[in-house]
């Protein structure tokens, strides 16, 4: 009889795990990102911010302060092997961010957040960002040709997403002039890492974390003015409309850069 070691078991950074690790769907931080940004600035009622912040946030300074962001990635690992495959390294996403702060220092809450492939949906489990299935598109500059906008006064970007086939929110954006990164661009981002138990008698993890960056990198910021909808399809979800813009402000069109290196335990 031939007796086989049986040490670890299969091992993996995620699901599903495998003999040598390679199977996981997910590969290990650093994430290295590069995208194209349509981010507009609104506002919500302060009221309603709040029920979304949990326990250690408060709305700061700016309250109310939101911002819808539809965008464009291209990622890698360390080690750049998605970029043979270009299936596997891009994606669009849209995120609706809320300003807040954690002991006074200034943040952005990511209430509800959707993408249009599979690992990025499991990634963002994995930072805690609560991200769903969604169909996203915007428009992208364009540099000859008239089949897209100039990065440059005039040029008009849009965005969109829909989810189940209703189309659930749109923006757009009117460039006007050189800009500073909008403010909501420029903070950690905190998440709840929550996970149910699966015994019932254990209680779910829940905990509050920061993400941290480095490489961050601006391109061209251009501003001018926003607009953004949330439609009937809010039906999916009637606590998404809680977030609906009551007032809408500044529209920005940038490129952006960034590795995620993970996170950080809050208290």
């Not at 807040?100 to 963002?124: H, I, S």
């Not at 420029?186 to 480095?214: C, I, K, Y």
């Not at 009551?246 to 993970?262: C, D, I, M, N, P």
Request: hydrophobic share 40%.
């Amino acid at each position: 009889m031939t007796t086989v070691a049986h040490d670890t078991g299969p091992i993996g950074y995620s699901l599903p795990l495998s003999p040598s690790g390679n199977s996981s769907m997910i590969t290990p931080p650093p994430w290295h990102f590069s995208g194209e940004v349509v981010m507009v600035d609104y506002r919500v009622d302060p009221a309603a911010a709040l029920r979304f912040l949990p326990p250690g946030l408060e709305l700061g300074p700016d309250p109310g302060a939101a911002a819808a962001v539809f965008a464009e990635w291209q990622w890698c690992s360390d080690s750049g092997a998605e970029l043979e495959d270009p299936v596997r390294c891009r994606f669009s996403e849209f995120l609706i961010l809320l300003a807040c702060t954690y002991r006074g220092e200034p943040m952005a809450r990511c209430p509800y957040a959707w993408v249009d492939q599979a690992v990025p949906l499991m990634r963002g489990w994995i930072q805690g960002m609560p991200k769903q299935h969604g169909s996203v598109h915007l428009t992208r500059p364009v540099r000859v040709g008239r089949a897209g906008p100039r990065l440059g006064p005039g040029g008009r970007f849009t965005g969109s997403v829909a989810v189940h086939d209703r189309r659930l929110a749109e923006a757009g954006v009117v460039v006007r002039e050189r800009s500073e990164p909008p403010a909501l661009h420029r903070v950690p981002l905190v998440h709840n890492r929550f996970f149910p138990g699966w015994d019932p008698a254990e209680p779910p993890m829940n905990q509050l974390v920061a993400s941290e960056v480095t490489g961050v990198e601006f391109g061209e910021v251009w501003a001018g003015s926003g607009e953004v909808r949330f439609l009937s399809g809010v039906d999916i979800d009637p606590d998404l409309a809680l977030l609906a813009p009551v007032e809408v402000g500044s529209g920005y069109v940038f490129s952006y850069a960034e590795t995620l290196l993970g996170g950080r335990r809050l208290a």
